[in-house]
């Protein structure tokens, strides 16, 4: 393989590797953000504190329906 093609498979296998470490990162959260509600959070309380925005959490729990006024009161509040 020539030297620059090298670089590219090198830079290549970097971005790869942190995909599959997102992919896990994001999987964790997952759990994380399922056993906190399990255990009686507020979904304003969970956004704040993975600093996601009301739809990206949705998109994550798609069976919650996250009013943006109160996420915006909850974010407000624990600044």
Not at 12 to 21: I, P, R, T
Not at 49 to 69: C, F, V, W, Y
């Amino acid at each position: 393989m020539e030297e620059h093609l090298k670089d590219v498979w090198t830079a290549s296998a970097a971005v790869e590797g942190l995909q599959v470490e997102m992919d896990q990162a994001e999987t964790n959260l997952d759990a994380a953000i399922d056993v906190a509600l399990k255990a009686g959070a507020a979904p304003e309380e969970i956004l704040v504190t993975a600093n996601l925005s009301p739809s990206e959490l949705s998109e994550r729990i798609p069976t919650l329906a996250i009013d943006d006024q109160a996420a915006e009161e909850s974010e407000a509040t624990a600044l």
